[in-house]
């Protein structure tokens, strides 16, 4: 046998071997997955050349459908930058029904909601302030708030695991404001032995304790210049405040506040997201010196109004920024806002049904026909959800090299450094970007490492068992060896 044709037979022997090379996994991950109790039928492993050029260096049940928690935003977010573009913004547009005379206006306002997931309470001034710039002091009708731009959405926010004040469970809407939720900053005053308590948005209607005692009552010294302080640790503020949000009516709190937290900013879901936006509307309204002589209500812009030009519109950042928070932080409400306006944006209503249809028709366009995704709600905040490590693999190369490559790889935290994982233990720090996912006995992450070689791999691992939360060293442990790969592959 002449020698180029015994070189390309040992060749083909070695990658035919491959797979099963690739099923042994690495000692430190095995041992780590043994310490928490996992055994191995409970997670899915792979690692593969970024551009797909090699076979995997790893590749472990990479083809079973598992629950991947919020990993399922990567479908979400890179389907929305081919499909709207990483410009893409969300505007929301203002109507100013009647006559404006002597800074008062004799009809309606109304504001339309069209799914922007980042109308956050100081956009909402901004949008308040606009109506006052057009001479509006005093409005003698109502504010109308539209939102009919996605499907009435029934949802129980303490259905998925019983935690209602959390702000991840609360649901999309066409006109979402500040998440539905109340931003508490609390701020200690050694000298008034009381920590002071100041909410955004305001909120029309509802009592707010702007007070709380400190803890103890202490004033003690740091023993050094002889400036007050207080002893003890911050600990577990929240159940220290002992606070009581079961009244929408009336925020309070039974307990104290350690000084020794300094300031703590807590946001909370509020107790009544019905009644939400019109709350917050009317509260900061009339915090800016609005007057309203009639109330702020659900509705609909009416239909000749439709079809002219708003008064002004509102826009969002873009779809770019947008998907950095929505990865870095996993922020699911804003995941869930923006898989509804794909269909939106396609048939002029945002519903679950259609969203899922029109991701799960791009996939087989864009990534295969095969091993498509089971989706939910586009943020993975579900137990419904399913994909396979070989599926978001084969999604992570598509992006990786298409155009939307910095746009979507920017938008993942990077491990050591910021976002999700900002805490890792992993050693290879600043080398991985990886949207990461949890849940009550889910683990995952997936994303792109750079290796000590220059190569950069897809990395993906899911973990679904009751002690996977144990598990996350062996993720570690994946992420560190994956970065030393000297030597891992047959030459080019």
């Keep these: 046998m002449s020698s180029p044709i015994r070189l390309l037979a040992i060749l083909i022997g070695a990658l035919t071997l491959w797979p099963a090379l690739a099923q042994n996994l690495p000692p430190e991950v095995d041992a780590a997955l043994a310490r928490a109790q996992v055994p191995r039928d409970a997670v899915a492993l792979l690692v593969m050349d970024a551009e797909g050029k090699l076979p995997p260096r790893l590749s472990y ?28 913004s969300w505007r929301t547009p203002v109507y100013v029904e009647g006559a404006v005379r002597d800074g008062t206006l004799f009809g309606n306002l109304y504001i339309k909601g069209q799914g922007d997931p980042k109308l956050v309470a100081e956009r909402l001034w901004l949008l308040l302030r606009r109506v006052q710039g057009l001479g509006i002091q005093k409005i003698a009708g109502d504010m109308v708030l539209d939102h009919s731009a996605f499907e009435p959405l029934d949802v129980d926010p303490a259905s998925f695991d019983g935690e209602p004040l959390r702000p991840y469970n609360v649901a999309p809407d066409a006109l979402l404001l500040n998440f539905k939720s109340v931003v508490m900053t609390f701020v200690p005053d050694l000298a008034a032995n009381s920590a002071s308590v100041q909410f955004e948005p305001p909120l029309y209607g509802v009592q707010m304790q702007t007070s709380v005692p400190l803890a103890n009552g202490t004033k003690g010294t740091n023993g050094t210049n002889g400036t007050k302080g207080t002893n003890g640790s911050c600990g577990d503020y929240r159940a220290a405040l002992r606070a009581d949000f079961s009244d929408p009516a009336r925020i309070r709190f039974a307990g104290s506040y350690p000084a020794s937290c300094l300031e703590k900013v807590w946001p909370v879901a509020y107790a009544d997201p019905a009644s939400y936006n019109a709350r917050a509307v009317q509260g900061l309204w009339q915090q800016m010196g609005g007057q309203l002589g009639g109330t702020v209500r659900l509705g609909s812009v009416p239909p000749l109004a439709l079809g002219l030009p708003p008064t002004f519109e509102v826009a969002s950042p873009p779809l770019a920024e947008v998907i950095r928070d929505i990865n870095k932080y996993s922020n699911n409400v804003m995941a869930q806002q923006l898989f509804l306006t794909l269909s939106l944006s396609a048939q002029g209503q945002g519903t679950r049904a259609a969203s899922r249809d029109l991701v799960q028709r791009w996939w087989q366009q864009r990534i ?35 155009p939307l490559m910095p746009e979507l790889m920017s938008s993942l935290p990077i491990a050591g450094v910021d976002g999700t994982l900002k805490r890792s233990q ?49 993720i570690d442990a994946l992420l560190d060896w994956t970065v030393r790969d000297n030597g891992a592959h047959v030459p080019d």
């Design 61 to 88: 049940r990479a083809n079973v459908p598992m629950n991947p928690a919020s990993v399922m935003k990567l479908v979400t977010t890179y389907a929305a930058l081919d499909l709207l573009g990483p410009a893409y």
């Design 368 to 402: 295969g026909a095969t091993d498509v995704p089971t989706l939910d709600n586009g943020s993975g905040l579900s137990r419904e959800a399913r994909i396979s490590a070989q599926a978001l693999a084969r999604l992570l190369q598509s992006a990786y090299v298409s």
């Design 426 to 474: 992993a050693q290879s720090q600043g080398r991985a970007h990886l949207k990461t996912g949890s849940l009550r006995g889910v683990v995952a992450v997936a994303g792109y490492v750079h290796a000590h070689s220059g190569r950069r791999y897809v990395l993906v691992a899911l973990i679904n068992h009751p002690n996977a939360n144990a598990a996350r060293p062996a």
